[in-house]
């Protein structure tokens, strides 16, 4: 079962028990990889109590100062809401989340994320995420305690894997980008907008989250990585007058 590759990934969680009752939730479905992203009280001992008995999993837990840390190498990446959002990547209900999870694992890292007790996911997590899973609770009262959602969540996981009839989707020559390339490339892309003034320098939020969304649609493999960042760096030489026909041009200036 691919369920090992599996990073679960609790974003600044608030309450040490909930580390330990996530960990639990994951330890029942045959998850492991358990990811810590600022954690609020850590080490704590509430932590090992609501464990009971998946002490292993918080031994082997990694801390992370900011989330890039736990998304390094990355492939895929998914973000649990309790709210529905205008601006986000697609929706997935749970097991079809889980079966795309399960599959994709079997070829590269992938990360589940899963948001504060009291305000969930930035806007900013949630721009990171190719995917993201509502669990379908009561409309009157939807959010679920961390941990629980943790448990429906990796149980979900688990049949996916148990079914086995995931779709293995065609093998892509590439590896898709990693979520710290993408960054990468976003952040490439962004400091060109604005050197061309397509963006203005104060505000390119809202226009960044919308490129966040259609390259994170269209899910960018290596090699079409390097080709975007090939033409962006190819636009700043443009912009610098460094390409090899400007060099060429000014040349004949100066001799002239
Ligand atoms: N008040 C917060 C709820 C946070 S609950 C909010 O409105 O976002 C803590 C985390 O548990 C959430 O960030 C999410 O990752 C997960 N969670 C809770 N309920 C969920 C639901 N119904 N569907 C998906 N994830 C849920």
Not at 235 to 256: A, C, F, H, I, W
Request: contains cysteine.
């Amino acid at each position: 079962m691919n369920l090992e590759q599996i990073r679960i990934v609790l974003v600044e969680p608030q309450l040490a028990g909930n580390i330990g009752s996530a960990a639990r939730a994951m330890k029942t479905m045959g998850l492991g990889q358990l990811h810590l992203v600022n954690p609020q009280q850590w080490p704590h001992p509430d932590a090992a109590t609501m464990a009971s008995g998946a002490d292993d999993l918080l031994q082997v837990a990694r801390v992370h100062d900011n989330l890039e840390g736990a998304l390094e190498g990355a492939g895929l990446v998914v973000g649990l809401s309790a709210r529905t959002r205008n601006l986000s990547a697609p929706a997935e209900a749970p097991p079809q989340a889980a079966r795309r999870v399960v599959e994709e694992a079997a070829r590269h890292p992938v990360a589940v994320l899963f948001g504060r007790e009291r305000t969930g996911l930035t806007n900013e997590e949630v721009d990171r995420c190719h995917r993201i899973v509502h669990i379908p609770a009561n409309p009157e009262f939807s959010s679920l305690n961390l941990a629980a959602a943790v448990q429906v969540m990796s149980y979900e996981l688990r049949q996916a894997a148990l079914a086995g009839e995931v779709v293995p989707q065609p093998a892509s020559e590439w590896p898709p980008a990693t979520a710290d390339q993408m960054e990468q490339l976003f952040r490439h892309l962004e400091e060109t907008l604005v050197r061309i003034e397509f963006l203005r320098q104060e505000n390119p939020r809202v226009l960044m989250r919308r490129l966040r969304l259609l390259f994170n649609r269209a899910r960018p493999d290596h090699n079409e990585y390097q080709i975007l960042r090939g033409i962006l760096a190819h636009v700043n030489m443009g912009m610098e007058g460094s390409l090899p026909g400007q060099r060429t041009q000014s040349g004949q200036g100066d001799n002239g």
